[in-house]
C-alpha cells in the first residue's frame, strides 16, 4: 500500500504576505512539496498528520528578492582594479560564499548582474545539482559594455549596434536569464558615471535582440542622459536611477570629480510615465563606512570621533539624505508600483545580506515600512519577470518564506534578525 506523505506547515504568529493585505495573525501556511497549498487561520487539528514548524510569536514573510548584486566581487571596500585580478576560480569561490550569506540573511532570490566570463554560469549549475545551497538565481553573465566601458573586464565588449545583437545572442546561449546594458559609465577607472556609455540605437539593438530571445532587460544608469536613452530605447528596468552630469573634465585628464550628481524634472517625468521599473541601489558605496562611524558616534559621543571622522560622518549623513530626497522625488511622481530595492552588493564596501539597510533608506525617504518590503519582494519579482512564482506568499507560488523575530512593520531593521528560510519549501536556514 502506497505511504501518503505527511503535510508541511509553517505556523505563522503573524503573516506578511507581501500583496499590501493587512497582516495576519496566527495563520497556517500549507505547503504541497515545494509550493503553497492553502493559507487559513490556525487550528489545532492541522497538526494531525503534518510537520509542522512553529512559529507563533514569531513574522512570516516572502523571501526577500535582492534585484541586483555581483556574488563574484567580495563586497570589502576595494576598488574594481583590485579585485580584477583575481583568477575565476577564486570569483567563483567568492560567489558560492555570497550566495549564501544572501540565504541567511533571508534572501531567496536574487538577480546577478554581471561578471566576468561564465562564472556565474557554473556557480548557478553547482546550486542547480546539489553541490551548494543557495538563492534561486536569475544570471545576466558578462554586462554589454563598450571597449573601455565599465565592466569591460568581464569580457562582454560589444561597440556598435551589430557587435551588440551578437554578443546578446552569445549572452542567451550561455544561458543567461537576462541582459544587462552599461548605459553610462561607473565605478571602473576610466569610465565617468555623468557621461552616457551608448547612444540610443545600440541600447535598443540590446532590446530588441533580448526580447526576441524573450529575456528582459535592464541597464546601468548613473548619468542623467543614460536615462533619457533607456527610455527612449525601450529598457525594461534601470539600475542606480541617478541623475549625474559631467564634471569640468574627464576623469583622465583631471583629479577632481568626473561628474555632478543632480536630478533632472524632465527626465524623471518621462521615466514616471514609461513603465520601466527602476532599481535603486540604495545602501550603495559609501554607506557601510558612514553607519560604522555614525553608530560609534552615537555609542560614545563625538568627541569620541577625530575631527577626519566627524567630516566623514557629516559627509555621509548628506549622501544620505540624498539618497531620501531621490526616493521623495520618485514617489512624488508615482513610482511606488515599479520602484524596486536592491543592494548592489560586491563592489567596493557594499556588504551582503544587508538588503534591509535599503528598506531603511527607502523609509527614511517616504515609504512605509510595508511598501519598502513588497519593494523587495513583490515589486523585485515582478520587476525580475518571476512574479508567477516568488515575491508573495499566495497559493501556488513556491514557498519561498522567511521568518523574523520582531514584527518588520514596527521597525524595517527587525529584518535583520533572521529566524527561519525556507526555499521552495524546505527550510534552508535555522534548521
Not at 199 to 215: P, T
Not at 377 to 393: F, P, S, Y
Request: glycine fraction near 10%; hydrophobic fraction near 45%.
Amino acid at each position: 500500500m502506497a505511504m501518503t506523505l505527511a503535510r508541511t506547515i509553517i505556523r505563522a504568529g503573524r503573516l506578511i504576505d507581501g500583496t499590501g493585505a493587512a497582516p495576519r495573525s496566527d495563520v497556517a501556511v500549507i505547503l504541497d512539496g515545494s509550493k503553497i497549498a492553502s493559507i487559513e487561520p490556525w487550528r489545532d487539528d492541522l497538526r494531525l498528520g503534518a510537520t509542522v514548524h512553529e512559529f507563533p510569536v514569531e513574522t512570516v514573510l516572502p523571501g526577500l528578492v535582492d534585484a541586483h548584486c555581483h556574488l563574484s566581487l567580495l563586497g570589502v571596500g576595494l576598488p574594481y582594479e583590485q579585485e580584477i585580478p583575481n583568477p575565476n576560480e577564486f570569483m567563483a569561490v567568492t560567489a558560492v560564499h555570497n550566495a549564501q550569506v544572501m540565504l541567511r540573511s533571508g534572501v531567496t532570490t536574487l538577480r546577478d548582474n554581471g561578471a566576468r566570463d561564465g562564472i556565474m554560469f557554473a556557480v548557478r549549475e553547482a546550486m542547480n545539482r546539489g553541490l551548494m545551497t543557495g538563492p534561486r538565481m536569475l544570471i545576466s553573465g558578462r554586462p554589454v559594455t563598450p571597449t573601455g566601458g565599465h565592466f569591460h573586464w568581464c569580457n562582454g565588449t560589444a561597440d556598435g549596434v551589430e557587435e551588440i545583437r551578437r554578443v546578446v545572442r552569445m549572452l542567451v546561449q550561455e544561458g543567461a536569464d537576462h541582459v544587462k546594458i552599461m548605459a553610462s559609465g561607473g565605478g571602473t577607472a576610466g569610465t565617468n558615471p555623468g557621461l552616457p556609455s551608448y547612444a540610443v540605437d545600440e541600447l535598443r539593438a540590446a532590446v530588441d535582440a533580448a526580447h526576441y530571445y524573450g529575456r528582459l532587460t535592464t541597464a546601468h544608469c548613473r548619468a542623467a542622459t543614460s536615462i533619457a536613452n533607456a527610455i527612449e530605447a525601450g529598457l525594461d528596468c534601470i539600475e542606480h536611477a541617478e541623475f549625474n552630469a559631467p564634471g569640468d573634465l574627464i576623469e583622465h585628464v583631471a583629479d577632481g570629480p568626473n561628474h555632478r550628481p543632480g536630478w533632472d524634472d524632465e527626465i524623471a517625468k518621462r521615466l514616471a510615465g514609461s513603465g520601466m521599473f527602476a532599481s535603486l541601489t540604495l545602501p550603495g558605496s559609501g554607506h557601510a563606512a558612514y553607519r560604522a562611524l555614525a553608530d560609534r558616534r552615537d555609542r560614545e559621543g563625538t568627541a569620541a570621533l577625530t575631527l577626519a571622522e566627524r567630516a566623514a560622518v557629516a559627509a555621509g549623513e548628506r549622501e544620505m539624505e540624498s539618497r531620501h530626497e531621490r526616493v521623495r522625488n520618485f514617489l512624488a511622481l508615482g513610482m511606488l508600483p515599479r520602484l524596486v530595492i536592491s543592494s548592489d552588493a560586491g563592489p567596493f564596501d557594499i556588504e551582503f545580506g544587508k538588503l534591509w539597510q535599503g528598506l531603511e533608506v527607502g523609509v527614511n525617504g517616504g515609504m512605509t515600512t510595508m511598501q519598502a518590503i513588497q519593494a523587495a519582494t513583490r515589486v523585485a519579482a515582478e520587476a525580475c519577470g518571476i512574479l508567477d512564482r516568488v515575491g508573495t506568499l499566495e497559493v501556488g507560488k513556491e514557498a519561498d518564506v522567511l521568518v523574523v523575530e520582531a514584527n518588520p512593520l514596527d521597525d524595517v531593521a527587525n529584518l535583520r534578525d533572521v529566524v527561519a528560510v525556507f526555499r521552495a519549501g524546505v527550510r534552508v536556514v535555522g534548521d
